[in-house]
């Protein structure tokens, strides 16, 4: 099982393929995924006196793209030439391929001066999977990312991403709450408009630490800070003074009639934000979906550690029993176990998995002694 197991990498032979390429990269090492390059093409491309020039153009690209991946050791499919509007066509390939995530650049197929293409809009806006758009001149090693919160769903999920790709980088996170004060009331209504902000404010400040005590965050390097204002406008001025690398926000789902949507908020901060940022909608870009069949000690390991890695403490805790079920004495799983409850604050069982380990050193170490005892005088 990979936590990761595909990329889509749409590209448009723009300047911005090679930066999404270099920020694919750490990426795909990282989780050992798979990238799917769809080339999009015009469909005028397809004009018999220049069909040949340019399919001879576009096959030379991905070529060396795909060798750029293949050095890293980056396993590559098969790429996919298309031809005509691009959005559908995303749309379509990360479906049939049921990617993780979607690897875009801020103007795919449409170089205007907007900071957010229309295609690249739309395909955040319509895509079920995360979406990652990817601008120019922000790094993706030592990151520092953003992720805002208004307790809906759509915000849980993204912070849950957030989460995890904090622990998968390093990074630093922050999280951030934005109350919006009242400005005015009524002239029918009589009441002091700072004490009612005060006390709106209060309860806000509950519903911000409910919320988070419920994520986590255990060993984390992560600050939260609760700013008033519009919510749109402090996002964009958070990224701008905190130099951030990366922002995650959530989107909601579908409508009544099955149209996908994009929160407001959302929606007018991707548009003007600078830094580069992840959409999500119903589906996290971490894969959990585990194989039934136990297969070796070693391969349940490999997967515990990269769920402890991606704070997936639980998670990673039946990779450990897994191990257990294998062989009941595998010492390392019960201190392993052991080690995750205590980042969970579950001390009865940490305890119980250490002394469940110990006894086992003992019997082991007993039964070494008494294996000596029986050669010595059995000589």
Same mark, same amino acid.
């Given at each position: *099982?990979?936590?990761?197991?595909?990329?889509?990498?749409?590209?448009?032979?723009?300047?911005?393929?090679?930066?999404?390429?270099?920020?694919?990269?750490?990426?795909?090492?990282?989780?050992?995924?798979?990238? +799917?390059?769809?080339? @999009?093409?015009?469909?005028?491309?397809?004009?018999?006196?220049?069909?040949?020039?340019?399919?001879?153009?576009?096959?030379?690209?991905?070529?060396?793209?795909?060798?750029?991946?293949?050095?890293?050791?980056?396993?590559?499919?098969?790429?996919?030439?298309?031809?005509?509007?691009?959005?559908?066509?995303?749309?379509?390939?990360?479906?049939?391929?049921?990617?993780?995530?979607?690897?875009?650049?801020?103007?795919?197929?449409?170089?205007?001066?907007?900071?957010?293409?229309?295609?690249?809009?739309?395909?955040?806006?319509?895509?079920?999977?995360?979406?990652?758009?990817?601008?120019?001149?922000?790094?993706?090693?030592?990151?520092?990312?953003?992720?805002?919160?208004?307790?809906?769903?759509?915000?849980? &999920?993204? @912070?849950?991403?957030?989460?995890?790709?904090?622990?998968?980088?390093?990074?630093?996170?922050?999280?951030?709450?934005?109350?919006?004060?009242?400005?005015?009331?009524?002239?029918?209504? %009589?009441?002091?408009?700072?004490?009612?902000?005060?006390?709106?404010?209060?309860?806000?400040?509950?519903?911000?630490?409910?919320?988070?005590?419920?994520?986590?965050?255990?060993?984390?390097?992560?600050?939260?800070?609760?700013?008033?204002?519009?919510?749109? %406008?402090? +996002?964009?001025?958070?990224?701008?003074?905190?130099?951030?690398? @990366?922002?995650? *926000?959530?989107?909601?789902?579908?409508?009544?009639?099955?149209?996908?949507?994009?929160?407001?908020?959302?929606?007018?901060?991707?548009?003007?934000?600078?830094?580069?940022?992840?959409?999500?909608?119903?589906?996290?870009?971490?894969?959990?979906?585990?194989?039934?069949?136990?297969?070796?000690?070693?391969?349940?390991?490999?997967?515990?550690?990269? *769920?402890?890695?991606?704070?997936?403490?639980?998670?990673?805790?039946?990779?450990?029993?897994?191990?257990?079920?294998?062989?009941?004495?595998?010492?390392?799983?019960?201190?392993?176990?052991?080690?995750?409850?205590?980042?969970?604050?579950?001390?009865?069982?940490?305890?119980?998995?250490?002394?469940?380990?110990?006894?086992? *050193?003992? &019997?082991?170490?007993? &039964?070494?002694?008494?294996? %000596?005892?029986?050669?010595?005088?059995?000589?």
């Amino acid at each position: *099982m990979k936590l990761l197991e595909k990329i889509l990498l749409p590209i448009d032979f723009s300047e911005s393929t090679d930066l999404q390429v270099d920020n694919i990269i750490p990426i795909a090492k990282i989780y050992e995924s798979e990238v +799917i390059i769809l080339a @999009l093409l015009p469909e005028d491309a397809k004009i018999k006196s220049v069909f040949n020039l340019i399919k001879e153009s576009v096959t030379t690209k991905i070529n060396q793209i795909n060798q750029k991946l293949n050095a890293e050791n980056i396993k590559t499919s098969e790429p996919s030439i298309v031809y005509g509007e691009p959005v559908e066509n995303v749309l379509k390939t990360a479906r049939v391929h049921n990617v993780n995530v979607i690897i875009l650049p801020s103007h795919l197929c449409n170089h205007n001066k907007e900071k957010l293409g229309v295609y690249t809009e739309k395909i955040i806006r319509r895509a079920e999977k995360p979406v990652w758009v990817i601008k120019k001149g922000k790094k993706i090693d030592n990151l520092n990312i953003l992720c805002p919160i208004d307790f809906s769903s759509a915000s849980e &999920r993204a @912070l849950n991403n957030a989460i995890i790709l904090t622990r998968i980088f390093k990074a630093k996170l922050s999280i951030i709450s934005v109350f919006t004060p009242i400005r005015s009331l009524s002239i029918w209504i %009589e009441a002091d408009l700072e004490d009612e902000n005060k006390k709106s404010k209060d309860e806000y400040i509950g519903r911000v630490n409910e919320f988070i005590s419920k994520q986590k965050l255990n060993d984390l390097n992560y600050s939260l800070d609760i700013i008033d204002g519009d919510p749109v %406008e402090e +996002i964009l001025n958070y990224t701008e003074k905190n130099d951030i690398d @990366l922002l995650i *926000m959530g989107t909601t789902g579908r409508n009544s009639i099955g149209k996908a949507l994009i929160g407001s908020v959302t929606q007018e901060v991707v548009r003007h934000v600078n830094c580069s940022f992840i959409t999500t909608k119903s589906i996290d870009i971490i894969n959990l979906k585990l194989d039934n069949e136990i297969k070796s000690i070693e391969t349940h390991v490999e997967i515990a550690k990269k *769920m402890e890695e991606s704070g997936l403490y639980e998670e990673a805790i039946t990779q450990y029993e897994t191990c257990l079920k294998i062989n009941s004495m595998h010492i390392p799983a019960h201190y392993s176990i052991a080690k995750l409850y205590k980042k969970i604050n579950k001390i009865d069982k940490a305890n119980y998995y250490e002394k469940l380990a110990s006894d086992l *050193m003992d &019997r082991i170490w007993d &039964r070494k002694i008494e294996d %000596e005892i029986k050669k010595f005088y059995t000589k």
